[in-house]
């Protein structure tokens, strides 16, 4: 009985935290499993409060963290404040068939105590994409089918946004949004009095703007915009799976939390045709424990929920769990970051603005929205941000003393800023696998990851390059450079695929509530359930899937269906 419970939860991130809070909701006695180590919320945020001074570097790495971690410190969010979150390259190690940019952080709450919180629904066009533009598969449920539980999960997580009326960026349960600065309402008018097909809008993300009572509840606050996010909020002004859905559901009396726990595979047991439980290494003594469920809910986040389901391997499924049709690990897609541009602004000297805002404005997808238009497949999502430089940054001569001092009382020039999101083609020959002679310390294989970008990626991203300087010249920017970093994929750390969701076990391996076609009681909600990437940010719709399929496993369990 200590190792038998109602349903297993593998992760707990921004998925496997709601599958664990929804779960234990409806009464199930729910095992959740995390690899890293515990982190509870405030007690285990040992940087959040900290002053520049306090850090020995101020907040900047030395050298040799950055020499030993080539990987990870690419990313924008990797720093003297935050690194104790993230996994470091030579701990986790991976095969690169083609470079890719893998970044993790192992310990409960995953990677949602370091997302950057951008949350839009996707619209009907998104879901329509692949069966309207013919590349991936048709998903198996539509906007309708995922609107009441987009507003499930923004009611509860707390998502700040305006009602915009665009049926390109559906409207959701809104908290008040976020200001633009002068400057950027300025552009916004004139961006869109000048292209009628484009509109400007006041990102969407999860923080606190004005809390709710069922925020309250939660013992969250409202965000302080100290943009020090990927410390961990103490204010739980930002969500994540600590402050918010992994306490609600111990409150309940029904969560067991296991860190420390490394999945090795699930168990699938011929006998009954189901999966029985979940083989688990513990990550200090490397010994090999058996849990058992009803259901079981995979939320490692999109390639390790791939690896665990490659390495279930049983005399039914000899190429991994579910994987009748051979496509488990392949049609990987993710989201193409590497066009940027920069600009100046002139005027605007005596304007400034409030705080450190943890959004910035964006554009829903305009090419390619109602019918193939352009000779490349899908399109982008663009955001752009005004600010002014540094206080004194630009003082000439001696950098202290008077001169200095009076340089400080004033900002500099306003700056622009503006990125792609580009929507990724899934294709089969983007894809993981497991090793056949390298595993890690735990006996588990390395994954090889064989990921790259394409012709439609490189079409995709001249044409914003090219879009993005006219829209920066109608909002009338001076000194327009464009820039592709030719980054990895990897990067965007929106990484999406592998066992996807579809109507036919042929072509997908999860239907639309997310079973395994050929292992009713196993459930994949994170980035692998995903058939295409759309140009929006996944996480709320990782989040809202997630919710669906775990009030649909209860029904079920009470029908005796699983």
Known sequence: MATTYDAIVIGSGISGGWAAKELCEKGLKTLLLERGKNVEHLKDYPTAVKHPWEFPYRGQLPLETLKENPIV?????????????????????????????????????????????????????????????????????????????????????????????????????????????????????????????????????????????????????????????????????????????????????????????????????????????????????????????????????TLNTNLILLNSTSSRFPNGLGNDSGLLGKFIAFHNYRGTLNATMDGYENDYYFGRRPTAPMMPNFRNVHKQEMDFLRGYMTFYSAGRAGWGHDVPGNPVGGSFKEGTSEAGPWGVFMMMQGETIPKETNLVSLSKDQKDQWGIPLLSVNVGYDENDEKLLKDFLEQGADMLDAAGCKNISSNDSKQAPGLDIHEMGGARMGKDPKTSLLNKWNQMHHCKNVFVTDGACMTSTSTQNPSLTFMAITARAANHAVEELKKGNL
């Open 73 to 301: 410190a690419r990313c924008y969010a990797f720093n003297d404040t935050s690194d104790h979150f993230f996994v470091k390259d030579k701990e986790h190690p991976y095969i690169q068939e083609k470079p890719y940019d893998w970044i993790r952080g192992y310990q409960v709450g995953g990677k949602s105590l370091l997302w950057a919180r951008a949350t839009q629904r996707w619209s009907k066009y998104d879901f329509e994409g692949p069966a309207r533009d013919g590349y991936a598969v048709d998903w198996p449920i539509r906007y309708e089918d995922i609107a009441p539980w987009y507003s499930h999960v923004e009611a509860f997580a707390g998502i700040s946004g305006n009602k915009d009326g665009l049926d390109t960026l559906p409207d959701g349960e809104f908290l008040p949004a976020w200001e633009m600065n002068i400057v950027e309402k300025e552009m916004q008018k004139r961006i869109m009095g000048r292209f009628k097909d484009r509109n400007v809008v006041q990102g969407r993300c999860a923080h606190l703007t004005e809390p709710k009572e069922i925020h309250l509840q939660q013992g969250r606050g409202k965000c302080q915009a100290r943009s020090m996010c990927e410390r961990g909020c103490p204010f739980g002004g930002y969500f994540s799976s600590n402050s918010s859905t992994i306490p609600w559901a111990a409150k309940t009396g029904n969560l067991t939390l296991r860190p420390d726990s490394v999945v090795h595979s699930i168990i699938y047991d011929d006998k009954i045709g189901k999966a029985s439980g979940v083989r688990v290494v513990d990550a200090h003594t490397k010994e090999m424990i058996e849990y058992y469920a009803k259901i079981i809910f995979v939320n490692a986040a």
